[in-house]
């Protein structure tokens, strides 16, 4: 559709990544409200779709307020869908493929505890101990690393055990239910804080990056252009 002011596309007439990963998600809580086997298959399937199509952080780099409240949107989307789907595939007894679900949980977003938890919690259930053990060192690494802070108690608890630590001891691993909730600032708290580290520490450096969804949705993205050699602070070319 067209006017003199706007011109619009009809929404029947196309199809992009991101409708369809959304719609995934509605699928996937829909069929959970049903509570029957056969839906139960769908959801599962409408679950495992939508983690499938969903590729990373929308517009990585980029800090504009519209472009951060996607990000946060969709990634939480994300991950309301990964949790659901490892739930219902170790419920029926798939626990190699819960793990595997997991792990992609931490490729999309290292910063998130809550993943890194899971995927320990599931490598224990697994009978894997060592991994449980090398996933929480990686975790302390990234948390001490990117946001100078340590595993919540949470987190720490689940390798205790294997671990010897006292519980309550910062800094030493403790046992934990899943599902804990992380002590002290906020996931999306520690993300942010990250975030703003990234995007100061990218202040000066010219990028054009595409979105992480796939193909069907578009944007421009402008990049500075600055003459070789300029120093920081130089007016763009």
């Given at each position: 559709t067209a006017s003199r002011a706007a011109v619009g596309l009809r929404s029947?007439?196309?199809?992009?990544?991101v409708q369809e990963f959304v719609a995934a998600v509605e699928a996937g809580r829909t069929a959970e409200t049903q509570g029957v086997s056969t839906r139960e298959e769908e959801r599962v399937a409408s679950l495992a779709r939508a983690v499938d199509l969903y590729a990373g952080e929308l517009l990585t780099g980029y800090y504009e307020d519209w472009i951060v409240a996607e990000q946060r949107r969709?990634?939480?989307?994300?991950?309301e869908a990964l949790t659901g789907l490892t739930g219902a595939l170790e419920g029926r007894g798939e626990r190699h493929r819960a793990l595997e679900y997991a792990v992609r949980g931490v490729e999309a977003d290292p910063l998130r505890e809550e993943s890194h938890r899971e995927v320990i919690r599931l490598q224990?259930?697994?009978?894997?101990?060592?991994?449980?053990?090398?996933?929480?060192?990686?975790?302390?690494?990234?948390?001490?690393?990117?946001?100078?802070?340590?595993?919540?108690?949470?987190?720490?608890?689940?390798?205790?055990?294997?671990l010897g630590g006292v519980s309550g001891q910062a800094g030493r691993?403790?046992?934990?239910?899943?599902?804990?909730?992380?002590?002290?600032?906020?996931a999306n708290g520690r993300r942010s804080f990250a975030n703003g580290?990234?995007?100061?520490?990218?202040?000066?450096?010219?990028?054009?990056?595409?979105?992480?969804?796939?193909?069907?949705?578009y944007a421009?993205?402008?990049?500075?252009?600055?003459?070789?050699g300029a120093e920081p602070g130089e007016e763009p070319i």
């Open positions: 029947e007439a196309i199809s992009t990544d969709f990634a939480e989307l994300f991950h224990l259930a697994a009978g894997h101990p060592e991994q449980a053990v090398q996933q929480f060192r990686t975790l302390e690494g990234v948390l001490s690393r990117e946001l100078g802070t340590a595993p919540n108690k949470a987190t720490r608890d689940l390798v205790a055990p294997l691993p403790q046992a934990a239910p899943r599902g804990g909730e992380p002590e002290g600032a906020s580290r990234r995007a100061a520490a990218n202040g000066h450096r010219s990028s054009a990056r595409a979105a992480s969804f796939r193909a069907g949705t421009v993205l402008l990049a500075d252009a600055r003459r070789p």
